[in-house]
């Protein structure tokens, strides 16, 4: 059984995988009209990873006993300066997301709860790879100029 502690650790970790999912794709509403409909569809595809965290989460701590909440999501930003300042926003984000997992797997072994954070450990080694992810492209945006962002938005259309 998991520890009341623990489930609304986790419960809060839900709604911030909700918001995430709501910020990418409000960020793939803003680059969608700003006409790069690749880089929008990346931002698509990273809400959607975001809502299956969430899914995950929820079926974890309702496999160890404990229930599942959705409660009210706050409102997101709705536009952005230019597409530079999405991705800056995106890597601060996930960094943002991998200290809040962080805080999980803390509580997880304050509790000598081993299933939980060993499950939590996962989402940090995924959150590593989502950080580099994020400050890559951020990087690349930085450097491209606008043909070379036109090469980036075709590049990241083609994610699966």
């Not at 890559?136 to 962002?149: N, R």
């Amino acid at each position: 059984m998991i520890t009341e502690k623990l489930q609304n650790a986790i419960n809060d970790q839900i709604i911030a995988e909700m918001w995430s999912a709501n910020l990418y794709l409000s960020m793939s509403f803003y680059l969608e009209k700003e006409g790069y409909d690749g880089l929008s569809h990346w931002m698509k595809k990273q809400s959607q990873e975001e809502l299956e965290h969430a899914y995950d989460m929820a079926s974890f701590l309702q496999k160890r006993g404990g229930t599942a909440k959705v409660s009210m999501i706050d409102v997101v930003p709705q536009g952005w300066g230019s597409v530079q300042e999405v991705f800056k926003h995106v890597y601060e984000h996930e960094c943002h997301v991998t200290s809040l997992i962080d805080k999980i797997v803390d509580i997880a072994r304050e509790e000598k709860d081993k299933p939980s954070e060993d499950f939590f450990m996962g989402y940090i080694r995924e959150q590593v790879e989502e950080e580099a992810t994020a400050l890559s492209i951020y990087e690349k945006v930085q450097k491209a100029g606008e043909a070379g962002l036109v090469m980036l938005d075709s590049k990241l259309g083609e994610r699966k």
